[in-house]
């Protein structure tokens, strides 16, 4: 069965660049989720769009943004990279409807040099 | 506030005994319930998910968990740990009243299982 799939995998990057995430959820879930994942940390909710309108916020930054495209996949822009932006960057999917059980992708690693 | 609680940050038991992880919530409402596993450097996999109905849930690899209303508890268990369950484990639950469509997680535990 299809699952989420991000891209990319790994990424490295220097302070004050920017950096794109992408994320493809499982065909016809209509909501994704973003999560962001420390170093022996759970995961920290960001942000979710539900058929491509924000549908809830959590601990994200101002200096990112996230958008969901009319194919359902969705970006994660991230701006004037900090060092403590190190982390696990991971994707959810899930219909709309109750129990809303998310799935997630393998995740991107995102190292800030 | 909605929150769940993993009490433990590690659990260690020997290949062959049961297991226990526990989680205890809080919401204002009734409760969805889920157990998550996170493997060293992979994404988050859904384990089971508590909605309605019998108490105890079963779920993949073999694991199993009980819904507990008067506790507000959600442990999860195995019957035999295997050396391959090492893992990192998180609570999630979901109020579902209003919506809010949002999981609160618990902070994880990390579960070893010696052989």
């Known amino acids: 069965a299809a699952g989420v799939i991000q891209s990319p995998r790994h990424l490295i990057k220097e302070k004050r660049e920017t950096a794109t995430l992408k994320c493809y959820p499982i065909?016809?879930?209509?909501?994704v989720y973003w999560y962001q994942q420390g170093p022996g940390q759970d995961p920290q909710f960001l942000i979710s769009?539900?058929?491509?309108?924000?549908?809830d916020k959590g601990s994200i930054p101002d200096r990112f943004s996230a958008q969901q495209f009319s194919d359902y996949h969705s970006e994660l822009n991230m701006s004037s990279l900090e060092l403590g932006d190190s982390a696990l960057y991971f994707c959810?999917?899930?219909?709309?409807?109750?129990?809303?059980?998310?799935?997630f992708g393998p995740g991107t690693r995102l190292t800030v040099l | 506030a909605q929150s769940v609680a993993q009490p433990e940050d590690q659990v260690n038991v020997a290949e062959g005994n049961p297991l226990t992880v526990k989680c205890t919530y809080s919401?204002?409402?009734?409760?969805?319930l889920f157990w998550y596993v996170q493997y060293p450097n992979r994404g988050l996999q859904f384990l089971l998910k508590?909605?309605?109905?019998d108490n105890l849930v079963k779920g993949s690899y073999g694991f199993e968990a009980e819904f507990n209303k008067s506790q507000t508890s959600f442990h999860l268990k195995k019957p035999s740990a295997l050396v391959s369950d090492s893992a990192l484990y998180f609570c999630?639950?979901?109020?579902?009243?209003?919506?809010?469509?949002?999981?609160?997680w618990g902070l994880g535990t990390s579960l070893a299982v010696n052989p």
């Open positions: 769009f539900y058929e491509k309108m924000q549908s």
């Open positions: 919401v204002s409402g009734n409760p969805y």
């Open positions: 959810a999917s899930s219909f709309i409807g109750p129990p809303n059980e998310q799935f």
């Open positions: 999630a639950v979901r109020d579902i009243a209003g919506n809010n469509r949002k999981l609160i």
């Open positions: 065909p016809r879930h209509d909501t």
């Open positions: 508590y909605i309605t109905g």
